[in-house]
């Protein structure tokens, strides 16, 4: 990190550097103009508050959004990302995410929520009498360093911070931080404490437990400060945090949350507006309110900054105006029928069924379908490696696009025209003697590109992976690497211009890491010579064939599965952090789903799964009857989808493997699953040599199977 003395500075960095997408995933263009864009302008151009009213990301991605664009940061702890309370329930065996008294009134700031405290922080403002230092509701800030250390004071690498700024000693055992009731209470009664949370309360269970067993010391009431006690209606901490979790995503919660944002980021956070909400704090931590290079003495100089350093920094202002409210979720449920005619349940849940020419088992399936891309479209691949590029139009229907043959050098056939199932007069090829015939074709040895151009394909006796064009249909670039068999690929989310990791993995038991480029292909340390790119790391720890493999780049982590066990988490720099181990019975992984934020599921023979956290606990497992082919998680990790050879696809919740929701059976196995970008189209690879697309809907699952913790 650079830290430049003035912006004059900055804008030339920033000219003398190739042009990045600092918000490529928040819909800003890859321009200069953006890196040195201001915070509401970042705002302004970004395709996020769209994407939040209409439910394409949630809650807490929405947040994060306007934390980042804001200056928030988890590299400033005076900066720390800032989340609301949502609940006000801490106290009973049950909570009812259905009530509306469980949930805190959003549109007032956290001082104002108990009447007779909000009566006294306005006399504080209306008596004010100090001529030196502008009004203000509170002397405390609702986000500063010493909060973001209170809260993760059990986990490192915080508690050193912790000790570093308070003389190798830990608080008072009285102001530690140790019942989630007790500090809710603290920030409704304590004149001196309107603390707002942090991100991780929504994700991060380990937090709230003292791992390393760390002496806290005894409080007034004889209680020794240890783990944080949790509220009656949470089992454990993974618990606390996924209720936690799905109230900040409930109705009540959307509802209400752009009235929140107002008084952090918006228009409430000052002037006459913060007045009249309550929402006025120290004027040393708002952006602008004093020029640090016009004070010339160093002694005052110095002072000032320890001052704004404890008084902690309000966000930048994002909007001058009200924050438009989310759509509701139900009516975003419904969506447009198809013209073809089912009946009962059949009718309301598939959009359509298409068939290919050929009967070959449709065995991966990618659904890359965002809008911005020159051809949204769902590719499909079949077991005798024919592929399609279906054309994709809003998120009713598919259609068939025009295929490409090969010449007979490449033996890469292409199902041509559309998908019309009476279409034969299409010229098939098949791999011959270039495929290892030991491979078994499955879903892992496909991947297609985030912009529907490439695909990517193992198994081929010279132990390389190839990539193929979408358009032309012609081989494009081979890569070697590996002493073995190419057994599997997966990619990660797209990064900038497409940019992403590609994980190859093999039979003698190594995984390697390769960075896909838009421009150049799968590169190495150096893009120009694509014709031999070199793998970014070597992922070793495995002692037998690799069959599954997830990468994650958000997380900086790949997770493996070996045939015959276990599965590895390493780092994407080729470190290898730990093993999943699942019980007894749980031996053979075959399939793996990681979300964004560590979830992770892991398919094992014979109907067996296990959910672990990103640190290797197990959350959960269930066993069922269905011989699975295929699973993938909803993008917030929050449901699991799986299909297999009966036919039937299953919703799960993820985190307890309730079940959601069961489709009508289909007429074969099902092969391969994708989602559509926004989470309203489950498309699916049958065996058959069909694709069906389902209406899938998690909002309207999440708002019906709410149960009462």
């Known amino acids: 990190m650079f830290n430049f003395p003035d912006q004059a500075t900055v804008k030339k960095v920033v000219y003398s550097l190739p042009r990045v997408g600092v918000g490529t995933s928040y819909g800003l263009p890859q321009a200069r103009r953006i890196s040195l864009a201001t915070p509401r302008q970042l705002f302004k151009s970004s395709n996020m508050t769209q994407r939040w009213?209409?439910?394409?990301?949630?809650n807490f991605e929405y947040l994060m959004f306007l934390n980042t664009i804001a200056g928030r940061t988890y590299n400033d702890l005076n900066q720390y990302p800032v989340f609301p309370w949502v609940l006000t329930n801490y106290e009973s065996e049950e909570l009812d995410l259905t009530l509306p008294g469980n949930f805190r009134d959003l549109s007032k700031p956290i001082g104002a929520l108990n009447p007779k405290r909000a009566v006294f922080y306005a006399e504080r403002y209306e008596t004010w009498e100090d001529d030196q230092t502008p009004p203000y509701h509170y002397n405390t800030h609702y986000s500063t360093s010493t909060f973001t250390l209170c809260w993760l004071v059990r986990i490192e690498p915080f508690t050193t911070f912790f000790l570093n700024v308070n003389e190798g000693k830990f608080d008072h055992p009285d102001r530690t931080f140790s019942a989630v009731a007790r500090s809710w209470r603290n920030s409704q009664r304590d004149t001196?404490?309107?603390?707002?949370l942090i991100p991780e309360f929504y994700y991060l269970p380990e937090m709230f437990v003292n791992s390393n067993a760390y002496n806290f010391g005894v409080r007034d009431d004889s209680i020794v400060v240890n783990d944080v006690d949790l509220p009656p209606w949470a089992k454990n901490p993974e618990d606390f945090v996924r209720i936690n979790r799905m109230a900040l995503e409930s109705e009540f919660v959307s509802c209400q949350l752009h009235q929140w944002i107002d008084l952090i980021f918006g228009y409430k956070q000052r002037g006459p507006e913060a007045v009249r909400a309550l929402n006025v704090f120290h004027y040393l931590t708002y952006e602008g309110s004093v020029n640090l290079d016009s004070v010339t003495d160093p002694v005052l100089r110095e002072a000032m900054e320890a001052q704004i350093q404890t008084f902690g920094q309000t966000p930048s202002q994002l909007l001058i105006e009200p924050h438009p409210p989310r759509s509701s979720a139900m009516h975003l449920c419904f969506l447009p029928q198809s013209p073809l005619m089912f009946k009962d349940q059949m009718q309301q849940d598939v959009i359509m069924v298409l068939k290919f020419p050929s009967n070959s088992p449709v065995t991966h399936v990618a659904a890359n379908?965002?809008?911005?891309?020159?051809?949204?479209?769902?590719?499909t691949v079949t077991c005798s490696r024919l592929f399609a590029v279906n054309r994709w139009h809003n998120t009713v229907g598919l259609r068939g696009a025009p295929g490409y043959s090969l010449d007979q050098a490449h033996h890469l056939p292409i199902e041509m025209d559309s998908l019309i199932a009476n279409n034969s007069g299409v010229n098939k090829?098949?791999?011959?003697d270039l495929v290892d015939q030991s491979i078994q074709i499955n879903a892992h040895c496909f991947v297609v590109t985030a912009d529907n151009r490439y695909i990517l394909i193992c198994g081929f006796w010279d132990k390389s992976f190839r990539v193929y064009s979408t358009e032309t249909g012609k081989l494009t670039q081979i890569v070697f690497g590996h002493w073995d068999v190419v057994t599997c690929l997966a990619r990660s989310e797209s990064y900038i211009g497409g940019d992403c990791y590609i994980v190859s993995g093999s039979r003698?038991?190594?995984?390697?890491?390769?960075?896909?480029?838009?421009?150049?292909?799968?590169?190495?340390?150096?893009?120009?010579n694509s014709d031999y790119p070199a793998p970014r790391a070597v992922l070793t720890g495995h002692d037998h064939e690799v069959v599954c493999v997830s990468v994650c780049a958000e997380l900086g982590l790949v997770i493996s599965g070996a045939k015959e066990g276990p599965c590895l988490v390493h780092t994407i720099t080729g470190d290898l952090l730990r093993?999943?181990?699942?019980?007894?019975?749980?031996?053979?992984p075959r399939l793996i789903s990681v979300s964004s934020e560590g979830h992770c599921i892991i398919y094992y023979e014979r109907g067996r799964f296990c959910n672990f956290s990103i640190n290797g606990k197990l959350l959960g497992q269930m066993e069922i009857s269905d011989s699975t082919r295929a699973i993938l998680l909803s993008s917030d990790g929050q449901n699991l989808v799986t299909g297999g050879d009966n036919g039937v696809v299953e919703v799960w919740q993820a985190c307890d493997f309730k079940q959601l929701y069961i489709y009508p059976g289909c007429d074969a196995g099902i092969r391969a699953m994708d989602l559509s970008h926004d989470q309203r189209t489950l498309i699916t690879g049958m065996a058959s040599g069909s694709i069906v697309a389902f209406n899938i809907d998690f909002n309207r699952w999440h708002y019906e199977h709410q149960n009462r913790y």
């Open 369 to 379: 379908t965002l809008p911005h891309l020159t051809i949204p479209a769902v590719v």
């Open 192 to 196: 001196s404490d309107v603390k707002e």
């Open 508 to 528: 003698d038991a190594t995984l390697l890491l390769w960075y896909w480029s838009g421009r150049h292909h799968i590169i190495g340390d150096n893009p120009n």
């Open 579 to 588: 093993a999943l181990e699942g019980p007894e019975n749980c031996l053979y």
């Open 429 to 432: 090829r098949q791999i011959t």
């Open 53 to 58: 009213q209409r439910r394409e990301i949630s």
